[in-house]
């Protein structure tokens, strides 16, 4: 979350400082906070000068949400920053008044978090993580490197951490049948609900996984990687997961967006409203390919694909 903290002009006219914060439901990670700290920095707010930043990580834990909203909230901070959509439902039912900016939240206007991508209504706004179309181009990639993969399993999402839209899912399956695949939702809580859902997936041939960006995710990255390993399963997802040993990714760069985060926060602590500041989605994503996991897999990665691809892992 953040907010400005105002200096001596500033405390002459008010008698209390204010305080600013950063709410994200996974864990920590430098990475974020350092992306943040550069955007900041752009638009001149440096903290420890112009700005103070508190920060409340959840690590996933659905029961930490409420009492780290409360605790922000009551700090009366001029915005807060936080992800992902299970926070803003806290937040949401804590204030109506104090600007808040998402990042990781996919379908926020299926979720009812806004009025409308391009005039949010209320008091949130921010960066969108995931839609239909980008899902289909998972699926797409995931089928051109491993063309036997029929049945997809987005199988490590956490309902608790994470919300899925009926209707975004619709859609998502609605794709995957132009590629010949089904895909079905099968939720987990724990690393033992993990490995029964991927040792599920793996009973029949023509399985894959799409690990969906969530914070419940992002913390078992490594069960879920060692799982698909194990029993063969080609796995498409963030970027960290590529590098940890699952096949590909194709993604936004989430060090770079919560570094653009800052150009919202910077226009509200400058007077604009939420309500005016459009939902924006990312524009920029990289290919990554585990070309060592592809070996493991048997697979032969497409040349054309090669061509594209950002980052290669070998």
Do not use: C
């Not at 992306?35 to 420890?48: D, I, K, N, S, Y």
């Not at 901070?77 to 808040?100: G, K, M, N, W």
């Amino acid at each position: 979350m953040a907010a400005r903290r105002l200096g001596a002009a500033g405390r002459a006219a008010a008698a209390r400082r204010r305080a600013n914060g950063l709410f994200r439901a996974g864990s920590v990670r430098s990475e974020y906070r350092v992306g943040l700290h550069t955007g900041a920095r752009t638009f001149g707010w440096v903290e420890g000068t112009k700005i103070r930043i508190d920060y409340r990580f959840a690590s996933g834990d659905p029961a930490l949400y409420k009492t780290y909203a409360a605790g922000l909230v009551g700090l009366a901070p001029d915005a807060i920053l936080e992800s992902p959509a299970p926070a803003v439902v806290v937040l949401r039912e804590q204030t109506h008044t104090i600007p808040i900016v998402f990042s990781f939240v996919p379908d926020p206007v299926g979720l009812g978090f806004v009025q409308s991508l391009a005039r949010p209504g209320g008091n949130i706004t921010g960066f969108s993580s995931y839609d239909a179309p980008l899902m289909g181009k998972w699926l797409q990639l995931l089928k051109e490197t491993a063309p036997r993969v029929a049945r997809v399993a987005a199988i490590v999402f956490n309902a608790d951490t994470a919300f899925f839209n009926p209707g975004l899912k619709r859609e998502i399956e609605a794709v995957a049948r132009t590629f010949g695949m089904t895909l079905r939702m099968a939720p987990v809580h724990d690393d033992a609900g993990i490995e029964e859902a991927v040792a599920a997936q793996a009973l029949k041939s023509g399985g894959g996984l799409i690990i969906l960006p969530d914070s419940f995710n992002e913390t078992h990255r490594d069960v879920i990687v060692d799982g698909a390993d194990r029993h063969g399963l080609p796995l498409i997802g963030t970027p960290q997961f590529a590098r940890a040993g699952g096949l590909m990714s194709y993604l936004y760069d989430p060090i770079a967006l919560h570094a653009q985060t800052a150009f919202y926060i910077d226009r509200i602590l400058r007077g604009a409203s939420p309500a005016d500041l459009p939902v924006q989605r990312p524009t920029k994503f990289s290919l990554i390919i585990n070309l060592k996991t592809a070996k493991a897999l048997g697979l032969t990665v497409p040349p054309s694909m090669l061509d594209l691809t950002d980052e290669v892992i070998e």
